[in-house]
């Protein structure tokens, strides 16, 4: 029930194409889903987050689609440059009176060729 | 703004020694947390602290793992001894508030145990 689950592991895409990174989650509690962006040797940056009372949340060339009914989320990346290649985090929490615990995905490396 | 501090960067050491890592996390920050990332994996969350006190550590192996967070503030990570498998980039982070929300990284410290 804490597990978040991420797909795929890795991923190339062409300079300009769109980048898909898919999520589930099975803990109907959870309500903060959070992605992470990570480069080499550095800590995880927040990238973008929702929480689930919206269905998208765009900023710039990065979207979160959720789908309550399905327990999924996913995120976009539009018009993908080579300076997005990095490991990309899902997570799930409970906030609202809880600690906040953050749950992660296993994480999908991401390679856009120039 | 500073970010979160962590000290050492690199340690490795030899298989039942002990090792201790520092976190200065954001000034002002109430939640202090201690996740463990083992390569190719998402980051796993060992110990959270919010001020002073412990809030979750049901993931800590309590029987070689140590944590504290002096006066709210800076927090130590100890592992004595150490095994194989805790061969991993620990990180800390840190929150603003005490129920979730955005998390702030530090850039990880990088333990091989040989």
């Known amino acids: 029930q804490q597990q978040v689950k991420q797909s795929p592991q890795s991923l190339i895409v062409q300079k300009g194409g769109i980048s898909i990174i898919n999520c589930a989650y099975e803990n109907t509690a959870f309500d903060y889903f959070p992605w992470y962006q990570q480069f080499p040797g550095k800590g995880p940056a927040l990238l973008i987050a929702?929480?689930?009372?919206?269905s998208e949340k765009k900023e710039g060339r990065f979207t979160i689609s959720f789908n309550k009914s399905a327990k999924q989320f996913s995120l976009h990346i539009m018009d993908s440059q080579p300076g997005d290649s990095a490991t990309y985090f899902c997570?799930?929490?409970?906030?609202?009176?809880?600690?906040?615990?953050?749950?992660f995905g296993q994480g999908t490396t991401l390679q856009v060729k120039p | 703004e500073a970010g979160v501090a962590q000290s050492p960067r690199y340690k490795i050491i030899e298989k039942r020694q002990s090792v201790a890592f520092w976190c200065n996390p954001i000034?002002?920050?109430?939640?202090l947390y201690w996740y463990q990332q083992i390569l190719g994996q998402g980051p796993k969350l060992l110990i959270q602290f919010q001020n002073n006190g412990v809030v979750d550590d049901s993931q800590l192996p309590k029987d070689r793992f140590s944590a504290e967070r002096l006066k709210g503030v800076d927090s130590t990570l100890k592992i004595q001894p150490a095994k194989l498998e805790d061969s991993a980039v620990y990180l800390c982070?840190?929150?603003?508030?005490?129920?979730?929300?955005?998390?702030?990284f530090g850039a990880g410290t990088r333990l091989s145990v040989l």
């Open positions: 997570a799930a929490s409970r906030g609202s009176g809880n600690t906040g615990k953050l749950i």
């Open positions: 000034s002002g920050h109430a939640t």
């Open positions: 982070a840190s929150s603003l508030g005490t129920s979730g929300g955005r998390q702030y």
């Open positions: 929702i929480r689930p009372d919206v």
